[in-house]
């Protein structure tokens, strides 16, 4: 079991900026990937970015260049660094742990960009 705790959300001004962290515990792999993932209210969850167990990190297009991902193996946390935030990056955003066939999420945490 893997247990994957966000933090970070909150309500912010557009063109602020937020940092969330999601926080993982129990049996983890060394070689795993942590994927973010956000859903809107009525949306489709959509994912968000991607990184690596050696760092590699992916993004979509929508938050390329405004949102960096990094992660901290010895706290076994990753890091969504939010900048130049939107209206539309409102949702609830939540990590998923993958290594093989073994998939776990968090609960979420919500981030609202609103003036």
């Known amino acids: 079991q893997v247990q994957l705790v966000e933090a970070g959300g909150g309500l912010v001004q557009p063109g602020g900026s937020l940092r969330l962290s999601c926080a993982a515990s129990g049996s983890i792999s060394s070689s795993h990937i942590m994927d973010w993932y956000r859903q809107a209210p009525g949306q489709q969850r959509e994912w968000v970015a991607r990184?690596?167990?050696?760092?590699?990190?992916t993004y979509a297009d929508s938050v390329k260049g405004r949102f960096t991902l990094s992660r901290d193996n010895a706290k076994a946390t990753t890091y969504l660094q939010m900048n130049s935030l939107r209206p539309e990056d409102t949702a609830n955003y939540s990590c998923?742990?993958?290594?093989?066939?073994?998939?776990?999420w968090g609960q979420g945490t919500q981030v609202s960009v609103s003036s």
């Open positions: 998923r742990y993958v290594a093989g066939i073994r998939i776990y």
């Open positions: 990184i690596t167990s050696g760092g590699e990190t």
